[in-house]
């Protein structure tokens, strides 16, 4: 099946930092997309975003469907940002499902 | 707008206990429905999904099923808890009539002691 990494695992940034998130998919997708998980558990929709470049406030993500990889951007970090970011991919051939990445974990500090 | 609910939030129950977890969606019609489970400090792992009523797809075989009685509803089940059930369960779903962006209940916290 369709393999997803993300890195870095694991990234502590000072307040106020950018950072980039990576993920890597080793198939065709039709969809894809990022969360963030926060301290809660609760899974909150970033992007939907299976080919371009979107931007919402701080954060932006950027989707190279033909080389396969997507970042995702986020600038003047702050606390709130911490947590876990996960990639999630739906392969091209209409499974109706999405596999998930292993995630970033961020720890944002004041 | 759509709204998916999941109960309970937080549940803790002894080994060889039965177990029922509930996901309903509101505001959509002929939803694909999906139940993951993720462990202390791991990724998600998809258990089953529902394309319609009465259809379910099994992704692993483990000690538990599910069911979708209802258009909206998709429930979660096992006969019997192993300590290896203990987890985060999160319901998701996606649109039925064209499929792309997945959206997460609150999820139901599981420890099985």
């Known amino acids: 099946g369709i393999q997803v990494e993300q890195s870095p695992p694991d990234l502590i940034l000072q307040e106020g930092a950018n950072s980039t998130l990576r993920c890597n998919f080793s198939?065709?997708?039709?969809?894809l997309q990022w969360f963030h998980q926060n301290p809660w558990g609760q899974l909150i929709n970033l992007f939907y975003i299976p080919s371009g470049t979107k931007q919402n406030g701080r954060l932006s993500a950027t989707t190279v469907a033909t080389e396969r990889y997507s970042l995702l951007y986020i600038s003047s970090s702050q606390t709130t940002d911490s947590g876990v970011y996960f990639c999630?991919?739906?392969?091209?051939?209409?499974?109706?499902?999405?596999?998930f990445g292993t995630g970033t974990r961020l720890k944002v500090l004041a | 707008s759509q709204t998916i609910h999941q109960w309970p939030a937080t549940l803790v129950q002894p080994v060889g206990s039965p177990l029922s977890l509930e996901c309903t969606v509101e505001?959509?019609?002929?939803?694909?429905l999906y139940w993951y489970r993720q462990a202390a400090g791991r990724g998600l792992q998809l258990l089953f999904y529902s394309v319609g009523i009465g259809q379910i797809s099994s992704e692993v075989p483990q000690n538990l099923s599910a069911s979708r009685p209802q258009d909206r509803q998709f429930i979660l089940s096992s006969k019997k808890l192993l300590l290896s059930d203990s987890g985060f369960y999160l319901c998701a779903w996606t649109s039925g009539n064209f499929f792309n962006e997945q959206f997460f209940g609150p999820g139901t916290r599981l420890t099985v002691l």
């Open positions: 999630a991919v739906e392969r091209n051939s209409g499974t109706y499902k999405y596999i």
């Open positions: 198939d065709s997708v039709n969809n």
């Open positions: 505001g959509t019609s002929n939803p694909n």
